[in-house]
Every structure is written in C-alpha cells, then in structure tokens.
C-alpha cells in the first residue's frame, strides 16, 4: 500500500508558481544522505518543479534505497561525513548547475547542510544555530541564557566526569549522546551503578550508527516527569507558525522506544496555548529562522520542558499525520523555505483527509529471530489506514527494546475522534503477529 498523497495544492494565478523549467536553468535542491523523513524531501522538490542531487556515502547504513536513487537527477558519493569532502563535492555541483538550497536528510547532517548553505551563499541557518541544535548541551547552554526554561543538565565526556555530573543533576536522570538521535543511547538512571553502565554501553562502538563520531560526548539531565508532546511548525524570519501539536507514546522505561505519534495531541486550549508560546520562545531564542522545526517537550508540573529540538522535518512519518490531519505539508515548505521560495505562496493546505492522523510502530519483546508475520493483510484492507510498513524480513534478528531499531513497521491510519484514534490502534496491534 502506498502513502495516500497530499492533493494538489491550490495555485493562486497570481503568485510566482515555480514551472519545471529547462534543466539547465531551473532550480535545483542538494539532499544529504536523504533517509528516513528526508526521502520525502525528494519528492516534494520534484512536485515544485526542482531538480534533485543527493550526496550519500553510498556503503554501511548510509546508502538511499533504490526506488528514491532511480528518481534522482545528480547522485554524487562522497563521504558524508568528511566536512571537506563534502565542501568540495559541493563547490564542483554547483560551479556545474547552481544549487539553490541544501537540506539535510535526517538530524545528522542539519549542520553539514548549513556549512555548504553559507559556503555557497544559499538560504541557510545561521551556522551558531546549527550548531546549537546539533548539539544538545549547547542546545541547553544557549536556552537557559536566554532565559528559557531547561532541565538541570551537566555534560560528560569521560567516565571521570560522571560522579560530578550525578551530583549536580540528582538522580533520577537521563544520560543520552549530545548528538543523537531515534533515542538510541538514551536511559534512565536511578543511581550510580546504572549510570556507569549506560555510559559504557553509550561509547560502545558496535553500537554507533552512520559510522558517528566517538567522542564520548554525552549529557546528564534532570529526568522530567510528565506527557511527552512533539510540536511541528515553521519559522520563516521572526514569524513562527506553529503547525501541530503530537502526542508521543513510549515504551517502557528505562529506555524510552517511541511506539507511536498521534496528531492532534487531545490537549485543551490552556495547555497547547503554553506549549505553543513556549516552543516559539525555543525556536527563537536558538535563532531557527528558516523552514521546519521538531520540537519534543514534556509537561511538567512547572509547565513545558525541552526535551530537544531538530531544525528539521519531523521522522516517524509525523509530516506525512500533519498533512492527513491539517493539509499543511512541511516537507514542500522545508524544500519551499531553503530554496528562496515563500512557502506559504507555493504550498498552501491543502483539504484534511481526517480530524486525526496516527502512527503505530510494531514491536515483537522477546523475539529473537523474526520467522513469520500474520495479519497485514487484514489491516491493508481497513478503509481507515493509510500505509503499513515492514522493515525486517524472516530470518532477520530482532534487535533488543532499547530504541528505534527494534520497531518490526508500522501502520498509518486516520480517525475521526481520539476514542476511534485508540481503538483503531489496540485493533492494529492485536491484529498483526510475529512470531
Ligand atoms: N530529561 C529527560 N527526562 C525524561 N525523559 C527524557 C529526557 N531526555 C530524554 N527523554 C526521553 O528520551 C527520548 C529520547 O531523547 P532525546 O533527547 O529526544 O534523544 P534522541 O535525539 O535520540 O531523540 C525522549 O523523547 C524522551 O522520551
Ligand atoms: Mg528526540
């Protein structure tokens, strides 16, 4: 089954409307290493009539699937994490065929992308905002000397540094990669024994993703106990437009594996009111003054914390449940917003198709070894979902519960009231089986 795809957006005759043009002077967008939420980047550039280049290192996890390669106008491999590589391979595209905007395919390469934007003269965050948000201590740093709320936090780069850190957060707190994502890496800990071994298993090589760097730098924080929310939107200048607001689910601590996202979070006006302002004090407090932002806060007794921030789409197909739930497509505005053109001209909401958008992500605990998977065929059939995905084959291991990787696929479906939202969801989870 296919993603349902958003309607054409309304065109005002009036407004610039980007045309496919000649390919050697139409506009063309550089996706790097295009993965997850980032592939639909693509798309959304050929929809407003761009020609796509993807760089990727092309070996290991980092490597595009073959359907998005096919479609691809320029795919360069270049070794996507070697900063003057990637400066170089950037500089040769577009003294060929001018680039008009770079985006990062995932969070791992936001800064990358705003190094090549400035390097090139293109629409790019300022590069203290990259860094910032590719980096959560910073994150915090920045934040709490604007005078935004955030965690107790103490970074860690050894494992001297943890009594200290311990001391000055208290436990129960968080120690998580200053650099990561898909919670890979991040626990709870309740005392000293349990932090010690979280940080071994954190600079455990054979567990890195996309060949990282192993620099050992972590964070420690205060653990915030309430709701988690993600918060969706876009910033173009000073104007923050808040889009959407999404109710995360989790699975059991001490790990926190994201199980599913529902849009929108039930949430009464008070309460999205002071996560709305909040975000907006984040988001322009770190100076993210150009396209999407994912926001994860939770709400706490003191009000909304920050979890952390990305300058980004949001993954876990959250941008595909805002487009089904609201018409807005942040990944057109994302391509609109780093290319010069104004998003709000050339991708208006389009009609809902649903007052709710769902994801719900399988899990398997205690499988080792996937053999079989039962019952995809009757969630296919149901008119309320959208798209199910696998992403092991029998005979694949099953990787153990502690983040992203040990999700089997997905379903995406639609509901009309928060009540239909949670039945669908214990339907679709009872329904398929691994075994
Ligand atoms: N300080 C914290 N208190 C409570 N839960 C946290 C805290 N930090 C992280 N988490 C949980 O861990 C998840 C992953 O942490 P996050 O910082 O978002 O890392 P990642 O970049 O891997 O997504 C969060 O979505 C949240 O559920
Ligand atoms: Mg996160």
């Given at each position: 089954?296919?993603?349902?795809?958003?309607?054409?957006?309304?065109?005002?005759?009036h407004k610039e409307t980007p045309m496919p043009a000649a390919p050697t002077t139409r506009k063309q967008l550089?996706?790097?290493?295009?993965?997850?939420?980032?592939?639909?980047?693509?798309?959304?550039?050929?929809?407003?009539?761009?020609?796509t280049v993807v760089f990727s290192h092309d070996a290991g996890d980092r490597v595009v699937p073959e359907a998005a390669r096919a479609e691809v106008d320029t795919f360069v491999v270049v070794d996507t994490n070697d900063p003057a590589a990637l400066a170089a391979a950037a500089a040769r595209v577009h003294a060929r065929t001018p680039l008009s905007g770079v985006v990062s395919g995932s969070e791992f390469y936001v800064d990358a992308a705003a190094r090549i934007a400035h390097q090139l003269g293109l629409p790019g965050l300022p590069l203290a905002t990259a860094e910032a948000v590719r980096d959560k201590t910073r994150m915090r740093s920045v934040l709490s000397a604007a005078g935004i709320r955030v965690p107790r936090y103490a970074p860690v780069s050894a494992p001297g540094d943890l009594d200290a850190a311990a001391a000055a957060v208290g436990f129960p707190c968080v120690l998580k990669p200053a650099a990561g994502s898909g919670s890979i890496q991040v626990s709870r800990v309740d005392d000293r024994a349990q932090l010690q071994a979280a940080y071994r298993r954190l600079t455990d090589r054979a567990d890195f993703v996309f060949d990282q760097p192993e620099d050992g730098r972590a964070l420690l924080e205060q653990y915030l106990?309430?709701?988690?929310?993600?918060?969706?939107?876009?910033?173009?200048?000073?104007?923050?437009?808040?889009?959407?607001l999404t109710r995360k689910l989790l699975g059991a601590e001490p790990y926190f594996v994201e199980l599913g996202h529902v849009v929108?979070?039930?949430?009464?006006?008070?309460?999205?009111?002071?996560?709305?302002?909040?975000?907006?004090?984040?988001?322009?407090?770190l100076g993210i003054g150009l396209g999407p932002f994912h926001a994860e806060v939770r709400l706490t007794g003191e009000g909304p914390v920050l979890i952390e921030i990305g300058a980004r789409l949001a993954g876990d197909r959250i941008a595909e449940l805002i487009t089904l739930a609201t018409g807005v497509s942040l990944r057109h505005i994302m391509v609109a917003a780093h290319t010069g053109l104004d998003p709000e001209a050339v991708t208006p909401p389009a009609q809902p198709a649903a007052k709710y958008a769902a994801v719900h992500f399988f899990?398997?605990?205690?499988?080792?070894?996937?053999?079989?998977?039962?019952?995809?065929?009757?969630?296919?059939r149901h008119p309320r979902v959208v798209e199910v995905r696998t992403y092991l084959r029998?005979?694949?291991?099953?990787?153990?519960?502690?983040?992203?990787?040990?999700?089997?696929?997905?379903?995406?479906?639609?509901?009309?009231?928060?009540?239909?939202?949670?039945?669908?969801?214990?339907?679709?989870?009872?329904?398929?089986?691994?075994?």
């Open positions: 089954m296919s993603p349902r795809h958003p309607a054409a957006p309304q065109r005002d005759p550089l996706v790097i290493e295009p993965m997850s939420s980032g592939l639909t980047l693509l798309g959304a550039a050929r929809d407003l009539g761009l020609g106990d309430g709701p988690e929310y993600s918060v969706e939107g876009y910033a173009i200048g000073d104007r923050v437009t808040i889009v959407s929108q979070a039930d949430l009464g006006p008070e309460a999205r009111a002071r996560i709305a302002d909040y975000t907006t004090a984040v988001v322009t407090g899990t398997a605990p205690g499988l080792d070894v996937l053999d079989r998977i039962d019952g995809l065929d009757v969630l296919e029998p005979g694949d291991p099953v990787p153990a519960a502690r983040d992203l990787r040990c999700r089997l696929g997905h379903v995406v479906f639609t509901a009309d009231s928060a009540e239909e939202e949670a039945e669908l969801r214990a339907w679709a989870a009872a329904t398929v089986r691994f075994a």
